[in-house]
């Protein structure tokens, strides 16, 4: 149980485009999700943590119009890298909390390789 | 303003050595700790938790870790290590109480088994 997915798990794209990355809480319902970034050989920073049905909380440093999240449904959540440009690329992971079984514990995808060209 | 330390960036051992990962924390009461581990190019995988209670606490894979309240510590053990346990190590803590809240990482520590 407590699986989550994260999709695409690698993207590549060019200067000044947007690219989506979603993540899936597959067998349980994640009140909260929180994104990750994660720069080579360093450790996991966290950019913003959203609760489903409400605006996302953004870690002081973070663009907020740069990185949009959304948070619609108790399974879904999705970062949006906004006119990416290539100091954007890194490994993004995101992670997912239930209020119920297990409500302290983070479950994390497999991350996202970002490339901009 | 809670910290995580991981003193040590890299560490190899030998297929079947034990080992043990160190991590100490800075935080205002006794946090939530946690152990992940992460293979290249991967997410996260919990080893380990401990909220309460026993300060031994028990993993997945054979790993286990001690709280040591007195020197702010939480370090990973393991009696046996296999070569698929080769990956980057993190240390984590939370606050207590309440759903899960934002977690502060420690920087990890890269494990390399030699065979």
């Known amino acids: 149980g407590a699986v989550v997915s994260q999709h695409p798990s690698w993207v590549i794209c060019k200067s000044g485009t947007s690219v989506k990355i979603e993540c899936r809480s597959l067998d349980f319902q994640a009140t909260t999700m929180f994104w990750y970034r994660q720069f080579p050989k360093q450790s996991l920073m966290l950019m913003a943590t959203s609760n489903e049905g409400s605006k996302a909380t953004y870690e002081q440093g973070v663009e907020k119009d740069k990185f949009l999240i959304n948070h619609a449904s108790l399974t879904l959540s999705t970062l949006t890298v906004t006119s990416a440009h290539p100091e954007d690329s890194s490994f993004y992971i995101c992670?997912?909390?239930?209020?119920?079984?297990?409500?302290?514990?983070?479950?994390f995808g497999a991350g996202t390789r970002l490339s901009v060209l | 303003a809670q910290s995580v330390t991981q003193p040590d960036i890299h560490i190899t051992v030998s297929e079947g050595a034990s080992l043990e990962l160190r991590c100490n924390y800075s935080y205002g009461a006794t946090p939530y700790l946690f152990w992940y581990v992460q293979s290249p190019g991967q997410g996260l995988q919990l080893l380990l938790k401990?909220?309460?209670?026993?300060?031994l606490v028990q993993g997945i894979k054979g790993f286990e870790a001690e709280f040591k309240r007195s020197q702010s510590s939480f370090n990973l053990r393991k009696p046996s290590v296999h070569w698929s346990d080769a990956a980057e190590y993190f240390c984590a803590v939370g606050p207590p109480g309440g759903t899960a809240s934002k977690l502060t990482f420690g920087t990890g520590t890269r494990l390399q088994v030699t065979l």
């Open positions: 992670s997912a909390s239930s209020a119920g079984v297990a409500k302290n514990i983070q479950y």
């Open positions: 401990y909220f309460s209670g026993d300060t």
